[in-house]
Structures are given as structure tokens and as C-alpha cells.
């Protein structure tokens, strides 16, 4: 069993929807989580970062995180074809020196 | 600009043919990483780095070595490339612990 599963999708919405992406994990020690879009030919950059459970808001994204389902979501907001990227939860236990990355999920907001 | 960079951004070689692919880092980073990206995989971790002389397997290590003799570079060397090693190379660094990643290019790496 992966330690992180993802759904790849692809996803597709139309401008001004809202997104809700999602990851399930099977480690319990896991207690950072993150959120990284990756738009095509470029690496991955930081988009929301939570620690442990709970919700965490930065304009359009939330990031929820139920520890207790192992269940973690990112929710995108009034989506827009800047938007359309794939995006990649990441986990790490409290050492926070090796991180699990999910498949990714390609997203596509259509205009 | 801070960033990290990656060269090469495009490799084609031969089976057992050693090759290094370098990585260096100006944002006086601690920590720094090397994943490979496989479609349907995601980013797997190879190695990564805590300090200068400080390293430690991640979770697809086989096949690679690192070494990190200087804070900035955080070279992947590939002894004797596989096909089985074709794939998109990302190397990350960061401040250290519960810290923002910051990803390179990438190198296009393909092992005939």
C-alpha cells in the first residue's frame, strides 16, 4: 500500500467553480502536510502548508486536514484558468526529513 | 534571484555510463533533496541532505549516490545508469525543518 494515494484525475471545471481536491494516507505519524501546484515543464511550488489537524485559509485555497480519517483537502474557490496545473499533496512525520508526495491530480479550469 | 539549478536540464546517455547531475542552491539552505517524478508515482524522495557532510536515504535510494561537501551543491550521481533510472529529476532545498521547499527545473534524464 502507497503511503499516500491521490486521485490523478484529470479534472476538469469551468471558470468560477470550486475545487475540491483530495489525499488519504495510511501512516498516523504523519503531522505536516502540504499542498504544492506544479504547472507543466516546472517544479512543484508551495502553496498551503498545515500542521496537524484543522483548516487553514489563504485567499481562494483552504486546506482542511482530518487526522482522524487520515483524509487531508485542498479547496480551491471562484477557480480560474490560471489555475490549471497539477497538484501535489506532500507529508512528513515530526522529523520532517523525509516527505511522501501524492500522484498529483491534474486540474484543468476551462474558461 | 534566489534559486536552485540544475544541470543538466536534458540528458540522454547509455546504459552503465556513470553521469552526475548537480545541483546548487544561493539561499544558504540547510536542507536540501533529490526526488525522481514518474508518471502515476508522483515524486519519490532519493536522498536528501541536513547539513553540509549530513546525508540520509530517502524512500528509492538504489541505484544512487549524493554527496554534500559544500552548503550550496547537493550533487546525484548515477554509477551505472539503468533504464529502469529514466525518469524527471527534482532537486529541492530549504531552510530546515517545517520549512517551505523551493524545487529546481528539473532534469530530463533518459537511460537508453
Known amino acids: 500500500q502507497k503511503e499516500v494515494e491521490q486521485d490523478p484525475g484529470p479534472l476538469s471545471v469551468p471558470e468560477g467553480a470550486i475545487v475540491s481536491l483530495n489525499c488519504t494516507y495510511s501512516n498516523s505519524a504523519f503531522q505536516y502536510f502540504m499542498w504544492y501546484r506544479q504547472y507543466s515543464r516546472k517544479g512543484p511550488e508551495l502553496l498551503m502548508y498545515?500542521?496537524?489537524?484543522g483548516n487553514k485559509e489563504d485567499g481562494r485555497f483552504t486546506a482542511q486536514v482530518d487526522k482522524s480519517s487520515k483524509y487531508i483537502s485542498l479547496f480551491i474557490r471562484d477557480s480560474q484558468p490560471s489555475d490549471s496545473a497539477t497538484y501535489l499533496c506532500?507529508?512528513?512525520?515530526?522529523?520532517?526529513?523525509?516527505?511522501?508526495f501524492g500522484s498529483g491530480t491534474k486540474l484543468n479550469v476551462k474558461p | 534571484e534566489a534559486q536552485v539549478t540544475q544541470n543538466p536540464r536534458y540528458l540522454i546517455t547509455v546504459t552503465g555510463k556513470k553521469l552526475t547531475v548537480t545541483c546548487s542552491q544561493n539561499m544558504n539552505h540547510e536542507y536540501m533533496s533529490w526526488y525522481r517524478q514518474d508518471p502515476g508515482l508522483g515524486l519519490r524522495q532519493i536522498y536528501y541532505?541536513?547539513?553540509?557532510?549530513?546525508?540520509d536515504k530517502g524512500d528509492v535510494p538504489e541505484g544512487y549516490k549524493v554527496s554534500r561537501k559544500e552548503k550550496r551543491n547537493f550533487p546525484l550521481i548515477l554509477e551505472s545508469p539503468s533504464p529502469n533510472q529514466t525518469s524527471l529529476y527534482f532537486c529541492a532545498s530549504s531552510l530546515g525543518l517545517v520549512s517551505e521547499q523551493f524545487f529546481g527545473p528539473g532534469t530530463r534524464l533518459t537511460v537508453l
Open positions: 506532500a507529508m512528513s512525520a515530526d522529523n520532517f526529513n523525509k516527505f511522501y
Open positions: 541532505s541536513m547539513n553540509v557532510e549530513v546525508t
Open positions: 498545515t500542521y496537524s489537524s
